[in-house]
């Protein structure tokens, strides 16, 4: 079994900063391709960001250029938020591909 939490939600106004960790334990030897969803109110989840193995990145169109996505140990990874906007609120989950984990969410808030 392989636990993910995430942390470092909040509130933030327009145009600030948030960085999001995720730490993985457990079942957690290997590297893996992991990705940051976002579901706001009355939306579908969608993906923010992903990235592979072998730490190639790619990203939600609506995020590019600001947000980035990136590993800081096997088992953590982290997306920094940067230039946020209103409509960057919503729930954001981490997921690991391989077994299909997905962490319990934490909420950022993008408001003046």
């Known amino acids: 079994q392989v636990q993910l939490v995430e942390s470092g939600g909040g509130l933030v106004q327009p145009g600030g900063s948030l960085r999001l960790s995720c730490a993985a334990s457990?079942?957690?030897?290997?590297?893996?391709?992991m990705g940051w969803y976002r579901q706001a109110p009355g939306k579908q989840r969608e993906l923010v960001a992903h990235?592979?193995?072998?730490?190639?990145t790619n990203y939600a169109d609506s995020v590019k250029g600001r947000f980035t996505i990136s590993r800081d140990n096997l088992n953590n990874i982290v997306l920094q938020m940067n230039s946020l906007k209103p409509e960057d609120t919503a729930v954001y989950y981490c997921?690991?591909?391989?077994?299909?984990?997905w962490g319990q969410g934490t909420q950022v808030t993008v408001s003046s």
């Open positions: 457990g079942s957690v030897f290997g590297i893996y391709a």
């Open positions: 990235i592979t193995a072998f730490d190639t």
């Open positions: 997921h690991r591909y391989a077994g299909d984990y």
